[in-house]
């Protein structure tokens, strides 16, 4: 920390008496260092920052503090104050004020350093000897860990460590997972539903368990107050408390089988918590940061509370989740989880955009297309007017599909320093006509270019600089240059050929056309292949005045679409003793997906069972596809599900249809589940089938 407080930057007498102008006091510090390049501009930034979440914390602590355009560089300045200046704490008024200034684009490892100072503030030794320190020089020593109260250097090292979010003899929970001799505890525990008295080898009872999770809208600060906060009160109460900080600097994975021993959860944050799910299940206390900061031991004494009474939090909804492929997992595992995280960000533009369009039809009539912008017509009592708006609204929606899909496929690779060349690639995707497989390609490229990037050896002097300027810079310019010199055009020419060739099926091959169709869209769901089938139907429909057979197309695509979730839905609701419990909470959520025109809706069921759910979603998906094109149903709109019925031509026949692949699909998945029972019951020894084994849960049952 030597590099961001020095002798100049601290302040023993402070004499402002309101929040602003200590602020400003410590500010003119940093202006007169050069770290700070436009003094109201910075105190802007500051006050906004104050505006969402008073900095205030119980026991004199005001910590101001903020990322901002305006510094040139990490600095951190300190002012005692004799008379207490209101920060908004509960406690009343702060006398130890720390500011803390970010650039826009600080790097982790100055980050890292910052939080080990939230972490030692936390430390009632550290505050007390910054009370009692008598010049400058040794304030600004003690907070750089070079000198101080007794264990203030350990504490600061601790905290380092800690603010790593990862070592393991940093976490007391990991520590005591990792400990032979309580391994028995785990097993037993994990054997006997993780209840609090679970026994370990030796017939010891073990401590509670609670894993955390905190995180703060900067991420600098209270992110690693909160955490350092929760584990202290844990160490007091005899409770292990693993705490994962999201913050600034990015976040390491609690360890799943931590999670998976783990009594209780925590969730102290002010921003969205990033994998949520993984907590799915646990007895779950969720709250703001400053409460994991201010009172730690009755956060922890609730959650024990819940842990009593049995509460636990709903599985995971049954669509496809945002994450970051986890260290230890296959390629193609990652692969995957990449693919999805960008289609889970575009399914919304879809629902959206089609709902839009679709409402825009039925209002105006088949011929809003073609209405003129409402900027320059808009009518407020005419409905042709409503009509039009609505479209277009709709239109600009649709545009950003692939944008979004390349960009969130690039986030799943690399986080936030993907999403720009991501966005750009896929722009690009649409401008040389490669579509969704053009922006599948940008996603990956940009993601595998910003993950190079970072990998690479990087001057100190451009660390700083690296997130908003290096990365996009040079990751927009590479990823531009492959999408409009070198791939771009074969990937066009490649879904152009692949669209011909759907097209030369038309006619007197038509009911054929609809089962392809029909397996596409249930192959991968929601996938590249169901996307390529999607962006054909929707491309047929697209132009001024579609053909009766392009209508006739997107009829049974989304038709088609729509029998994998509710065919699993009813599978889970007749034949309910096949799933596990998470799989019908799933099933009741797969209901509304499907009627909704939302294939993802499948995929919990998929991915645990991909040799039965799949087969048989693009067996059903083939029937009702043909029988969709026999019937000759027709759908002008691209997206709405069972919503826009009103605008199909047929459209008994059309339910009929999709009736006939969604029964299809649930029968085929319920005798592949069930066959799969009795292999292992025979295998084991065990009865014939009876009802009374048919409602053993499947998690009993071995693959």
Known sequence: MSEMITADLVDLDLSADTREAAARALAERMLARGRVTDLDGFLADVAAREARMPTGLDGGIGIPHCRSAHVTEPTLAFGRSTAGIDFGAADGPADLIFLIAAPAGADEAHLTILSSLARQLMDAEFTSALRAATDAGAAAALIRGEEGAEGGAAGAADA???????????????????????????????????????????????????????????????????????????????????????????????????????DGVILAHDVPVREKERFAGKPTVDTGVKAGISRPAELIAEVREKAARGEATAPAAGTPVDRAGAPGEGYGTRLRTWLMSGVSYMVPFVAAGGLLIALGFAIGGYTVNKAPSVMDHFVWTEA?????????????????????????????????????????????????????????????????????IGRAPIPAALRGIMPVVVIPLVSSAVVGFLMFVVIGKPIASAQKGMTDWLNG?????????????????????????????????????????????????????M??????????????????????????????AAWVLGISFISEGAIPFAAADPLRVIPS????????????????ATLRAPHGGIFVVPLIGNPFLYLVALAAGVCVSAASVTVLKGLRRQGAQDAEGGPETSGASAAVPKESVTA
């Open 160 to 262: 380092e460590a800690g603010a790593e979010a990862g070592a393991p003899d940093a976490r007391p929970g990991v520590a005591h997972a990792e400990a032979g001799g309580e391994a028995g505890a785990e097993v037993g525990a994990d054997a006997g539903g993780g209840s609090d008295a679970g026994a370990g080898a030796d017939g010891a009872a073990r401590p509670f368990r609670i894993v955390a999770v905190t995180s703060c809208p900067t991420g600098i600060a209270h992110t690693y107050m909160a955490a350092e906060s929760l584990e202290n009160a844990g160490r007091e109460a005899g409770v292990e408390v693993v705490v994962e900080t999201q913050g600034s600097a990015g976040f390491t994975r609690l360890d799943p089988a931590v999670i998976a021993a783990a």
């Open 384 to 452: 042709d007017s409503w009509g039009a708006l609505l479209f277009q609204i709709g239109g600009v929606a649709f545009g950003f599909l692939v944008p979004v899909l390349a960009g969130y496929i690039a986030y799943g690779m690399a986080d936030r320093p993907g999403l720009v060349p991501g966005f750009v690639g896929g722009a690009i995707a649409l401008t040389v006509n490669a579509g969704f497989l053009g922006g599948l390609a940008a996603g990956l490229l940009a993601g595998g270019v910003v993950m190079a």
């Open 505 to 557: 099926l038309g006619g007197a091959n038509a009911v054929l056309l609809g089962a392809l169709l029909g397996l596409m869209m249930c192959f991968d769901l929601g996938g590249p292949v169901n996307k390529v089938a999607y962006a054909f139907a929707t491309a047929g429909i697209a132009v001024a005045d579609p053909s009766d057979s392009a209508m006739k197309i997107m009829a049974a695509v």
């Open 559 to 588: 038709a088609a679409g729509m029998v994998p979730p509710l065919a699993m839905a009813l599978a889970t609701t007749v034949r309910g003793g096949l799933f596990t419990r998470t799989e019908r909470e799933n099933g009741k």
């Open 617 to 632: 979603s693009m067996l059903g998906g083939a029937v009702t596809g043909a029988l969709s094109m026999a019937f000759g």
